[in-house]
């Protein structure tokens, strides 16, 4: 199986940072998953893609909406990955949820996993 967990959501005033965190596991994680992202989602929006990074070489994307502000990055195993969210803001705020899956892609963020995590919640008060 291939599961993904989230965590490090909480509440920030505007500016601050935040940390999350997702671990990726299950006997099957290394044969379907080579990217893992983070996709969020805030109320009357839609879905969208934040950042990813293939495992495998460490490449990352970002979202245009994020550059410069958010880093993605994994631990030494590449079984975690990290999204450091700096000098957040309100439009920041959302469901933030782990993804991954398998696939070759020059825009990876623009298309959906197969496998998600639960999601943590990011609140970012102006």
């Known amino acids: 199986q291939v599961q993904l967990a989230e965590s490090g959501g909480g509440s920030v005033a505007a500016g601050g940072s935040l940390n999350l965190t997702c671990v990726l596991s299950?006997?099957?994680?290394?044969?379907?998953?080579?990217?893992m992202a983070w996709f969020r989602q805030a109320p009357g929006k839609a879905r969208e893609g934040v950042a990813g990074?293939?495992?495998?070489?460490?490449?990352?994307y970002y979202a245009d909406s994020v550059k410069g502000r958010f880093a993605v990055s994994q631990n030494n195993d590449k079984d975690t990955m990290y999204l450091q969210m700096k000098r957040l803001q309100p439009e920041d705020a959302a469901m933030y949820y782990c993804?991954?899956?398998?696939?070759?892609?020059?825009?990876?963020?623009?298309?959906?996993?197969?496998?998600w995590g639960q999601g943590t919640q990011v609140t970012v008060s102006s």
């Open positions: 993804a991954a899956g398998w696939y070759t892609s020059d825009f990876p963020l623009t298309e959906a996993p197969r496998y």
């Open positions: 299950g006997y099957l994680a290394n044969a379907n998953v080579n990217f």
């Open positions: 990074v293939y495992r495998a070489s460490g490449y990352a």
